[in-house]
C-alpha cells in the first residue's frame, strides 16, 4: 500500500471512530468537521475505550513504562491502511491507563508480511471403561 490518504494517523483513528459510531463509510473529507461534533457528545469515551486495545498486536516495540504495561496494536481503517499505536494497560489498583492520550502517538504502519495459519481445534469426549 501507498502513504495513506489521511492527514495524520489521528485523522485514521477518528476514521475509525465515525465508522464505529455511524455503522457507515465516511469520506476522509468529512472526518474531522464530523468528529468535532461526536468529540461533544457522552458516546466519545465509550468509542475510544473500545478501540484503545486495537484489533490486532504487533510485531512494534512498544515504550517501557514503570508503572503500565504496554503493547504495540493497530487496526485497519475504513479505507485500508493500517495505524497502531501504544496499549497502556494494568497499573494496579489506583491506576487510570485509560488517561493516557494514546492518540497522539498513533503512527501509521506497512504489513511487510501475511501468513494464513491454519488452527486445529479438537474437541475431547471422556473413554468410559
Same mark, same amino acid.
Given at each position: 500500500?501507498?502513504?495513506?490518504?489521511?492527514?495524520?494517523?489521528?485523522?485514521? /483513528? !477518528? *476514521?475509525?471512530?465515525?465508522?464505529?459510531?455511524? =455503522?457507515?463509510? +465516511?469520506? /476522509?473529507?468529512?472526518?474531522?468537521?464530523?468528529?468535532?461534533?461526536?468529540?461533544?457528545?457522552?458516546? +466519545?469515551?465509550?468509542?475510544?475505550?473500545? /478501540?484503545? =486495545?486495537? $484489533? +490486532?498486536?504487533?510485531? +512494534?516495540?512498544?515504550?517501557?513504562?514503570? *508503572?503500565?504495561?504496554?503493547?504495540?496494536?493497530?487496526?485497519?481503517?475504513?479505507?485500508?491502511?493500517?495505524? =497502531?499505536?501504544?496499549?497502556?494497560?494494568?497499573?494496579?489498583? *489506583?491506576?487510570?491507563?485509560?488517561?493516557?492520550?494514546? /492518540?497522539?502517538?498513533?503512527?501509521?504502519? !506497512?504489513? $511487510?508480511?501475511?501468513?494464513?495459519?491454519?488452527?486445529?481445534?479438537?474437541?475431547?469426549?471422556?473413554?468410559?471403561?
Amino acid at each position: 500500500m501507498n502513504k495513506p490518504m489521511y492527514s495524520s494517523p489521528q485523522q485514521a /483513528i !477518528k *476514521h475509525i471512530v465515525l465508522e464505529r459510531y455511524y =455503522g457507515k463509510n +465516511i469520506s /476522509i473529507s468529512a472526518i474531522d468537521d464530523m468528529y468535532d461534533e461526536v468529540e461533544n457528545s457522552d458516546v +466519545i469515551f465509550d468509542l475510544l475505550d473500545q /478501540i484503545r =486495545g486495537g $484489533t +490486532i498486536e504487533t510485531n +512494534i516495540d512498544a515504550p517501557l513504562s514503570r *508503572h503500565y504495561e504496554t503493547k504495540s496494536v493497530a487496526s485497519k481503517t475504513p479505507d485500508g491502511a493500517w495505524v =497502531g499505536w501504544t496499549y497502556w494497560y494494568g497499573g494496579g489498583k *489506583h491506576s487510570d491507563p485509560e488517561e493516557i492520550d494514546w /492518540i497522539e502517538d498513533a503512527y501509521f504502519l !506497512k504489513v $511487510t508480511k501475511e501468513e494464513e495459519v491454519l488452527t486445529v481445534i479438537r474437541t475431547f469426549e471422556k473413554v468410559e471403561e
